[in-house]
């Protein structure tokens, strides 16, 4: 990829203050915060999926910040498969092209791969742009995508990642620490932190229903309601119904709309 001599003036404030700003990212809150603000500024996106080898277990740990309301459940479980998904992808196309950055679709002058376009478009991902991050034997320990990117995928956006990214991973690095250190939770490899029907009643409760009126829609006691809201506040590290729905949307649990 031919990146262009400098950032013009604007990208590079923009940069310089995404930059200043990622120090102070200490939460996944933070986390997505920034993303969705300073890093915005320069990746326009609505989704950014992130893989860490966290050393907690054998494989990579794979999370979700997303803004956007048709990328769900279903879709994040079928991309981070460990054989079918995104991560081997984007090995294989790494190694094809020899490129830092994955573009996805690629230019015209480029062979397209196809199965890693289709299972973009299948799961509503729309593009993807991604950067593997190589860890100092050579071995990639994180990778970085953003998906549903509403600007060209071109030689300034790739430039732009390799600026980004190490920053990016910093931060992201920085929030599992903290959670770790605070017994907080992390995500699953499975992708799956609540289960379909905890989720439906974090829907519920973000749309501002009681417990009564969301055991009467779901044709359930309110006791079963509020074991579930319990379980959800334990899984999500909150002590309130807020906190847990604020929590959820920066996972990508609930969308933010």
């Given amino acids: 990829m031919n990146h262009p001599t400098r950032l013009g003036e604007d990208d590079r404030l923009r940069f310089s203050d995404a930059v200043e700003a990622s120090l102070n990212v200490m939460s996944r809150q933070q986390f997505f915060v920034w993303t969705q603000s300073s890093v915005q500024s320069l990746i326009p996106h609505e989704i950014l999926i992130c893989g860490v080898e966290?050393?907690?277990?054998?494989?990579?740990?794979?999370?979700?910040?997303?803004?956007?309301?048709?990328?769900?459940?279903?879709?994040?479980?079928?991309?981070?498969?460990?054989?079918?998904?995104?991560?081997?992808?984007?090995?294989?196309?790494?190694?094809?092209s020899r490129c830092s950055v994955v573009f996805c679709p690629q230019d015209a002058s480029r062979e397209v791969d196809e199965v890693l376009l289709e299972l973009i478009t299948d799961n509503e991902m729309k593009n993807l742009a991604a950067q593997l991050v190589l860890g100092a034997r050579g071995k990639v320990e994180a990778f970085y995508g953003f998906s549903r990117l509403s600007g060209p995928l071109d030689a300034r956006l790739g430039y732009l990642i390799d600026l980004l990214v190490p920053h990016l991973h910093n931060a992201f690095l920085r929030v599992l620490a903290t959670e770790r250190e605070a017994g907080g939770p992390t995500v699953a490899r499975a992708g799956k932190i609540v289960t379909p029907r905890q989720q439906?009643?974090?829907?519920?409760?973000?749309?501002?229903?009681?417990?009564?009126?969301?055991?009467?829609?779901?044709?359930?006691?309110?006791?079963?309601?509020?074991?579930h809201i319990q379980a959800i506040l334990r899984k999500l590290g909150s002590n309130t119904r807020t906190h847990a729905i604020a929590r959820a949307m920066s996972l990508g649990i609930l969308s933010p709309d």
């Fill in 200 to 227: 439906e009643i974090l829907n519920l409760i973000k749309t501002g229903k009681t417990n009564q009126e969301i055991a009467e829609l779901l044709s359930c006691s309110p006791w079963t309601i509020k074991n």
């Fill in 54 to 96: 966290d050393g907690t277990c054998p494989g990579m740990a794979v999370h979700r910040f997303s803004a956007s309301r048709y990328f769900r459940q279903e879709h994040f479980d079928v991309v981070i498969d460990p054989i079918h998904g995104l991560m081997p992808r984007l090995l294989a196309a790494s190694e094809a």
